[in-house]
């Protein structure tokens, strides 16, 4: 029904009108198509990239490091986790003002004053410029409460959990142990540490240094997704790689043995050095220092902790005096000096010397200690009663050769032990060829050629002499053994989370050479004859004591200091299986103070075994 | 392609009028099935995509905006298939009616309605809030139309074209004043497609292109710098920062950037529920005016084609449609409503793609909102309307 005033346009105009809408709208159809192909397609990547670094932020989530255990076991070292405040200086309020007030208010806090923050931050800032600064640990969880529950107060302000190094029987192995910190900007260089980054913790002493790769474990990522204001968005969390714990590092440490000689050497209250190894096998089962520090300190230590362990050079309690102190030895060098008389023949293990009290070198007189004559001696007797002039005798039949040098050097002493620790000491073996070299620098106090002095000197462990218990340890050890220098360690095998076994250390010995038997045995019998009859040097300590030792009573002459007591055991006797060594500076004879210490350690072990044995016996 | 038109000349049987009594009775024999296939699809995917897309912004009512677009679908449909059976003609008769009720509905905003973000542009209603002004770009088309097949003999042809601009250009000041710039411009549009239609001299149109571009320029950048801003902050904004968006990277370019991101990450194949984009917040109004950035990320090219296929499709069936009209007052309503279906959809897309400036245009069918799903329905309804006459009309039968 058209209307009175309905006309149609004329056909083709319409038409024309029509078409030329079609032909806009082709033409727009074909923009968005062109466009949505150009983004999609053409760019897509792009965008995709974009997209996805518009979703995620990353978060390093730490892994624990591995625990420390002893050979059986027992935790040493395992980790508790703490919650440390930390600031993201990038998110504190730009109005300087607001800024410092935020400071002040955090210092209060954390019990900082505002400098102290301050400094924290730009210490932080040095380290790792962006990342967030550990302001303090172990704070307490009203404090992160309040935090929380104040965010608008405290912007950039987070708490994290971390974990923190547990130590929990405070001090005990902590040479062994060493420690752990923040690893240094120095340290991100080096090879070994190519992945690490500002912040991260790596052991800095002991076994934590040795065999950080296998405690440190892998940081996970987590990336979280976040929405466009930021805010992790609710089961935002994209799983990505979670963090590897580290493995479990068991040492060959036996945590009774180790107690027992740090009590030992604390009850002498001095300081002092213990060392009790596998002579087969390198093992050390206790190794010890005195005075100790607790490891726990290192990781926060205030400022009275900081002038007690690092600025005291006397008792420089992170100094582990086995492996790095450098001392004479006195007579428990002698069993080295009657090995390399009689290998090179200079003398026979019968052979009878006649011990005066003292003999004249060149215008010196050396005398026994004490000035004691103790008439005929051969071998075995002047390793019991610890003749002097016996071993003086053999110093000067070899000064002019240098067969105490190269049986020495052989056996370990001056050279480093090639132990698994990184705290290993410089040492000094006395020989002609050192002596003129050092002349030649100007060293020495007086300008003269090598003389039969310095060795007879040498041949009691006197002199110039600088060694410690390890490199004593591994003599006495391949004298036990029949030639063999072992590898000393205290790395015995990893673990996994899990509990399996995933390396063990096989340290092979370092050298053999061949000891004859019928000397071995000579001077073993001496050395037991000196620690457990009649008028042995030691007999006073040991001859009550249950199993057969071959020990062997020392004491150094240190310029400027009382003499320092040696003793070294080899146990059992007559088949040694293990060298136990202790020193005790100042501590006067062998037998007065090293002694007991080497006997409150053979005691631990012993009482370990019989006990061991009964109660294994008593299960079948 | 005129199927109908072969069949009814050849005279034969029309298999629905026949045998399908409820077809014919609901007067959806002679429905253009292409345009309303489009429709529903394009409605479908709407749901579907606010389905998808919107789960996690309500908390604790994953399906709001689901279940309201559903809602709002159904009823549209419904008015679609009410306004099907309507002779679109009586329209024309009450322009008067229809023009008074559409400026009488976008000025009472100003007394009673919703002011939502600083502007007021709908009411609220017990179940949704009714935006007149959606409702008004259809009203305006029908008024017009009539208004300009009436005006057809009186006058001169200046004062005919004078007259319909001031008729179009009322209701889009007033809506303008809203403020709502987008739908303002879609009032222009149709208000100059009808006129278009209507035969007004391409002369008048050059002499009306030239007005507008000194209109914008004086609007963006003469008061502007007279200091008289027309505009307010945000609109300005929104219309000038497509051209130059990482400008703007934290205001109105932000949200463009972030769409263009979004569409292309979605690649060829697009990101499914990976899409992160538009799930988590960084494409803002991504229910309704970016919702073709969710489609562009979530299905990719494939899906963003498809979409833009079905708007091409029902763009051609609504221009064929007025081609078809039984009489010149259905052609001006075909044409006004296809140059603004087309307007709002490239408007809205190209805002989503990056290439048009932010004037919050919805997406027919596609965006979520009721009021536009209502009136863009009743828009195709009217269509339809208009194919069915003209069906009806040539084979000498009337629906009423």
Avoid at chain 1, 151 to 169: A, C, L
Avoid at chain 2, 99 to 125: D, I, K, Q, W
Wanted: proline share 5%; with cysteine.
């Amino acid at each position: 029904m058209f209307a009175r005033n309905d006309h149609m346009p004329q056909g083709s105009r319409l038409s024309l009108r029509v078409a030329v809408v079609g032909g806009v709208g082709v033409v727009l159809f074909a923009i968005l198509f062109f466009r949505l192909w150009n983004l999609q397609v053409l760019s897509g990547d792009k965008y995709l990239a974009e997209a996805k670094n518009n979703r995620t932020r990353e978060f390093k989530v730490i892994a624990p490091r591995g625990d420390i255990l002893d050979r059986t076991g027992e935790v040493l070292v395992d980790n508790r986790t703490s919650l440390a405040l930390q600031l993201n200086p990038a998110k504190l309020p730009e109005d300087p003002a607001e800024e410092r007030a935020e400071l002040a208010r955090l210092g209060q806090l954390s019990h900082m004053s505002l400098r102290k923050v301050r400094r924290a931050i730009a210490e932080g800032e040095e380290v790792a410029a962006g990342a967030p600064v550990t302001l303090r640990r172990d704070v307490g969880f009203d404090l992160v409460a309040y935090v929380e529950e104040n965010q608008d107060e405290f912007p950039g302000v987070t708490v994290q959990r971390v974990f923190v190094r547990h130590y929990p029987d405070g001090s005990r192995a902590a040479h062994v142990l060493g420690s752990v910190g923040e690893i240094e900007e120095e340290e991100l260089k080096e090879p070994q540490y190519k992945d690490l980054e500002p912040g991260d913790e790596i052991g800095q002493a002991g076994a934590e240094y040795a065999y950080d790769k296998f405690l440190r474990g892998q940081p996970g990522l987590t990336r979280i997704q976040v929405n466009a204001l930021g805010q992790p968005t609710p089961g935002g969390q994209l799983v990505s790689t979670p963090p590897t714990p580290g493995d479990s590092l068991k040492l060959t440490i036996d945590g009774d043995v180790q107690t027992a000689g740090e009590a030992g050497l604390a009850a002498r209250g001095l300081p002092g050095a213990f060392i009790s190894m596998n002579i087969d096998n390198g093992q050390i089962l206790a190794m010890g220092s005195n005075p100790t520090f607790d490891p726990s300190d290192l990781i926060e230590p205030t400022q009275a902790q900081v002038d007690e362990l690092y600025r005291d050079p006397v008792l420089a309690p992170l100094v582990n005096r086995a492996t790095e102190g450098a001392y004479p030895t006195g007579s428990i060098f002698k069993v080295i000096t009657a090995l390399a008389a009689l290998e090179n023949g200079v003398i026979t293990p019968d052979e009878v010397v006649q011990d005066n009290g003292a003999i004249k070198v060149g215008e010196q007189t050396f005398e026994n200690a004490g000035g004691v004559a103790h008439g005929a001696v051969e071998l075995r007797r002047a390793l019991q009663v610890s003749s002097d002039v016996y071993f003086y005798l053999l110093g000067l039949d070899m000064w002019e050769t240098n067969d105490l040098q190269e049986w020495a050097h052989k056996l370990g002493i001056g050279r480093p032990a090639g132990l698994d620790l990184p705290e290993e000491g410089e040492t000094l073996l006395p020989s002609k060829a050192w002596h003129e070299q050092f002349v030649k620098e100007g060293l020495a106090l007086e300008d003269r050629p090598w003389s039969a002095g310095d060795n007879v000197q040498l041949a009691t462990g006197q002199g110039d002499l600088q060694t410690n218990p390890l490199q004593m340890a591994l003599a006495y050890a391949a004298l036990g053994n029949g030639g063999k220098v072992v590898t000393p360690h205290v790395g015995l095998e990893v673990e996994d989370a899990a509990g399996r076994v995933v390396k063990e250390f096989d340290f092979k010995a370092q050298r053999k050479f061949p000891i004859d038997p019928g000397y071995r045995t000579a001077i073993l019998e001496g050395l037991h004859a000196a620690a457990q009859e009649g008028e042995g040097t030691a007999a006073s300590v040991f001859g009550g004591f249950p199993i057969d030792i071959a020990g062997k009573t020392g004491t150094a002459q240190r310029p400027g200091h009382a003499d320092q007591s040696w003793f070294a055991a080899l146990s059992p006797y007559p088949n040694p299986r293990i060298v136990t060594i202790a020193t005790v500076e100042e501590g006067g004879f062998g037998a007065e103070s090293a002694a007991p210490v080497v006997l409150d350690i053979l005691e631990a072990i012993y009482d370990k075994q019989a006990s061991a044995v009964s109660s294994g016996g008593g299960a079948e | 392609m005129n199927t109908y038109a072969t069949r009814t000349r050849n005279a034969r049987p029309e298999p629905f009028a026949i045998r399908v009594g409820i077809a014919e009775r609901l007067g959806l024999a002679h429905m253009d099935w292409p345009l309303t296939i489009a429709a529903f699809a394009l409605i479908a995917f709407s749901v579907f995509v606010l389905g998808e897309a919107t789960q996690n912004d309500i908390p604790g009512d994953p399906h709001y905006y689901l279940e309201r677009q559903a809602i709002y679908a159904a009823l549209g449909i419904v008015g679609m298939v009410l306004m099907t059976r309507i002779d679109y003609s009586r329209f024309r008769e009450l322009r008067v009616g229809i023009y008074t009720f559409l400026c009488a509905s976008v000025s009472l905003v100003f007394v009673f309605g919703f002011a939502a973000r600083g502007s007021r542009r709908s009411f609220e209603l017990p179940f949704f809030s009714f935006q007149p002004s959606e409702l008004g770009k259809l009203l305006l088309v029908l008024a017009l139309a009539g208004f300009v097949i009436d005006g057809a003999r009186r006058g001169s042809a200046v004062q005919r074209t004078v007259r319909y601009l001031c008729l179009g250009l009322a209701p889009a000041g007033l809506v303008f004043l809203q403020p709502d710039l987008g739908t303002s411009l879609v009032y222009v549009v149709a208000t100059l497609a009808v006129m278009y239609f209507g035969g007004v001299a391409w002369t008048h149109f050059a002499v009306i292109g030239g007005a507008l571009v000194a209109f914008v320029a004086i609007v963006l950048v003469a008061a502007p710098a007279a200091g008289v801003p027309l505009l307010k902050g945000y609109q300005e904004e929104r219309l000038t920062s497509f051209l130059n968006p990482h400008e703007h990277e934290g205001g109105a370019g932000y949200q463009q950037n972030q769409s263009k991101v979004a569409i292309g990450s979605g690649q060829f194949a697009g990101r499914g529920d990976k899409a992160t984009q538009t799930r988590l917040d960084f494409v803002p109004e991504r229910h309704t005016d970016f919702i073709f950035a969710v489609i562009g990320e979530r299905y990719g090219f494939m899906g963003a084609a498809f979409v833009l296929s079905l708007y091409a499709l029902l763009f051609w069936r609504a221009l064929r449609i007025t081609t078809l009209s039984k009489n010149a007052y259905g052609t001006l309503v075909a044409g006004g409503i296809a140059v603004a279906l087309l307007f709002q959809t490239f408007v809205n897309v190209g805002m989503n793609l990056g290439i048009m400036p932010i004037t919050g245009i919805p997406l027919p069918l596609m965006s979520y909102g009721g009021s536009s799903v209502l009136a863009t329905f009743l828009a195709i309804g009217v269509l339809q309307s208009i194919n069915v006459q003209a069906h009806l009309s040539q084979r000498g039968r009337f629906a009423w």
